[in-house]
T-cell receptor, first 115, second 111 residues
């Protein structure tokens, strides 16, 4: 079974600064995907970024980028130029590439962006 | 852009009552899921559904829960006799390949 660990329950960053959220996972699989989801106060789950395990290149989406270290089973999210709208819960999630595979989520990191 | 929709947005029910949560997945998606998030906790998998049958279910998904796709459009989660601990956000998700698209969730409150 897969496990996902987010060791930072809460983080705070000033507007325009950069913050990194940590995530580690444990799996015996070789083919999988990793995701970061954002959950604002509305509680909607919004996909921020995804990474295919077979790709060595780290994924980037505008101000969001990841540092994927497959051997270390680490998948951190970097948010550059933080904005007030980035305030939310952030969940790291693992998806095995099997058919109808389920997402396994971490416990989340609450990010507060301050002025 | 197509999206997953869920109704109702908020459901309040008495303990022991039956509830049905409804979801309309994205039309060309093949795999459907229900997840649950108790307030302040992580999102947990309940069940996956493909080709009109359950693919996988978690230990949370006991005999009180059932799912169906009655008309090729809706995807429903039924809780037969609700308990206080069923109070949570329930998310429906669908996918064609890998990325799962989530609905806005239904907040279930059991009194």
């Amino acid at each position: 079974a897969q496990t996902v660990t987010q060791s930072q329950p809460e983080m705070s960053v000033q507007e325009a600064e950069t913050v990194t959220l940590s995530c580690t996972y444990d799996t015996s699989e070789n083919n999988y995907y990793l995701f970061w989801y954002k959950q604002p106060p509305s509680r909607q789950m919004i996909l921020v970024i995804r990474q295919e395990a077979y790709k060595q290149q780290n994924a980037t989406e505008n101000r969001f980028s990841v540092n994927f270290q497959k051997a270390a089973k680490s998948f951190s999210l970097k948010i550059s130029d933080s904005q007030l709208g980035d305030t939310a819960m952030y969940f790291c999630a693992f998806l095995y590439t099997g058919t109808a595979s389920k997402l396994t989520f971490g416990t989340g990191t609450r990010l507060q962006v301050t002025l | 852009e197509p999206e997953v929709t869920q109704t109702p947005s908020h459901q309040v029910t008495q303990m022991g009552q039956e509830v049905i949560l409804r979801c309309v997945p994205i039309s060309n998606h093949l795999y459907f899921y229900w997840y649950r998030q108790i307030l302040g906790q992580k999102v947990e998998f309940l069940v996956s559904f493909y080709n009109n049958e359950i693919s996988e279910k978690s230990e949370i998904f006991d005999d009180q829960f059932s799912v169906e796709r009655p008309d090729g459009s809706n995807f429903t989660l039924k809780i037969r006799s609700t308990k206080l601990e069923d109070s949570a956000m329930y998310f429906c998700a669908s996918t064609r390949e890998r990325e799962q698209f989530f609905g806005p969730g239904t907040r279930l409150t059991v009194l």
